[in-house]
């Protein structure tokens, strides 16, 4: 039979939704906590086939999701291009900014990036292997725009405050750099695919702070690009987007993209999305992570309350964004066994 995140993805609706979580192996449970110490450090923790392909198995062991997820991170990209990357404790990321030409000048392209990235190529490799033959391997890579502001800015911020200078003080340089990770992002994905991953999702995590026709622009058109050509590389393959908190810009992504699978976020209901967004295709979402912490009543009515507003169509259940470092691995389960009514 074949795979219920599969079956989804290609429009079937089913009668219990297939079922995984964004950030699914990370610092909410401490196997993984105890194998990054192993690692000695994150980006150790990424390049490092053996033990990311662990963590990435440890919530399956644990919950028995659907799909697993490949550990790594969106910033490896702009790494294996030339940029410097490192992690801060407690902070986060930090990146060498290109905000220059000359900058920019001093990035790779094309082939080069697999040199870097090969390591996570052979996690996927490992994990094909390793993974039980119904769980649904997802490959991912950050939507251009989104890796773009961390790589202008040089790191996270609350607004996308360079990015959205640049864009307007120097709008060549800036449409070359998504350009340029555009370009990159198809052939990262299309080795991961090679490596054995069965569906790509783009996560466009600040795709929000994009309006209008600089949504259409700069997050909707990347996507259709990266989109069409994995679709003309990698034939069957299916692609889930995921431009967060992108409102009005939901409606007809599906259909302006080629994506199968439109993933919403917890800014809008679970019955707008199936009004607006649905009606295209196989939506993914989207309880509030926050329940991951709360738990209790209100985490399984709204996990019942989003299953029945999304079952008269494709559906894949997850959180509407990554779950946090403080939530309870026990309301995890509670929330699987309340989408799976057991």
Known sequence: MTKTILRALAGETLPTPPIWMMRQAGRYLPEYKATRAQAGDFLSLCYNPELAAEV???????YGFDAAILFADILLLPQALGADLWFVTGEGPRLSTI?????????????MIHDTLNPIYETVKILRRELPPEITLIGFAGAPWTVATYMIAGQGT????????LK??????????LDRLTEATVD??????DAGAEVVKLFDSWAGSLKDEDFQRYALEPARLITQEIKRRHPGIPVIAF?????????????????????????????????????????????ASRHMVTGGDAL???????????????????????????????????MIDTVRGV
Not at 99 to 106: E, G, L, R, V
Not at 158 to 165: C, E, K, M, S, T
């Open 56 to 62: 990435t198995l440890q919530p399956i062991r644990r």
């Open 188 to 193: 990262y994905l299309s080795a991961q695919i």
């Open 99 to 111: 905000t220059t030409q000359a900058d920019f000048d001093k990035l790779g392209r094309g082939a």
């Open 158 to 165: 609350p607004d996308q405050g360079p990015a959205h200078a």
């Open 243 to 287: 431009p967060r908190q992108a409102a009005k810009g939901y409606v007809g992504f599906h259909a302006a993209t080629g994506a199968d699978c439109v993933a919403v976020d917890d800014s809008v209901t679970a019955e707008w999305a199936v009004e607006h967004v649905q009606v295209g295709g196989c939506v993914q979402g989207n309880l």
């Open 300 to 334: 399984v009515s709204e996990t019942r309350r989003i299953v029945r507003a999304f079952s008269n169509g494709p559906h894949i259940f997850n959180l509407g964004h990554g779950i946090t470092p403080d939530a309870d691995p026990a309301n995890v389960q509670l």
């Open 168 to 177: 307007a003080e120097n709008r060549a340089l800036f449409e070359a750099i």
